[in-house]
């Protein structure tokens, strides 16, 4: 019988597929429960479908066991709401205070050219775009190196 024919008979009240799936849950609890107490072990709980391979559920046994374990997954978890942190203003605001801010910048020209037009190397430092900043090493005795170790600035005139 198809999938859907199956699911209109559920709705109007009859399915002959459920009368077969009832009995052959019953078989296998009879078996389970003598095969138990012939083992002397404690039998798993009568109406749970987990100890039963897959194969032999029917198909409305699987969708139970999906719906089952779905519910199982719902309940480890706390809704999102109660997990996630709500901030309040103050708390924004200090969090906001202590971000370092980010300053746009705009190419002025070659290094050589910031350095005489602002001579102090803080200052060019502020001056230089990231592609610049990744290029030039300041070290700390006050001198400008480039990437391959060249000097640039010796800390009182360029090179």
């Known amino acids: ?3 859907v024919a199956r699911s209109v008979l559920r709705k109007i009240g009859f399915d002959p597929s459920l009368d077969d799936e009832h009995r052959q849950q019953l078989e ?22 987990e100890a039963v391979p897959d194969e032999l559920l ?9 719906y089952r374990r779905q ?3 719902a309940g480890r978890f706390t809704p999102a709401a109660e997990r996630l942190p709500i901030m309040s203003a103050e708390e924004r605001k200090a969090r ?7 300053t746009q910048t705009n190419f002025e020209g070659p290094i050589e050219k910031l350095i005489e037009k602002y001579k102090d190397l803080e200052e060019v430092r502020r001056h230089l775009t990231l592609g610049q900043s990744m290029k030039y090493e300041f070290t700390e005795d006050g001198k400008v190196l480039d990437k391959n170790g060249k000097l640039i600035y010796d800390g009182e005139k360029l090179v």
């Open 28 to 49: 296998r609890e009879v078996q389970g429960q003598a095969g138990a107490a012939a083992t002397g072990g404690p039998s798993k709980e009568a109406g749970s479908l």
């Open 1 to 3: 019988m198809s999938r």
């Open 71 to 73: 519910q199982a997954m």
């Open 58 to 66: 029917s198909e409305s046994e699987t969708r139970h066991e999906k």
């Open 96 to 102: 906001d205070k202590d971000r370092p801010k980010w």
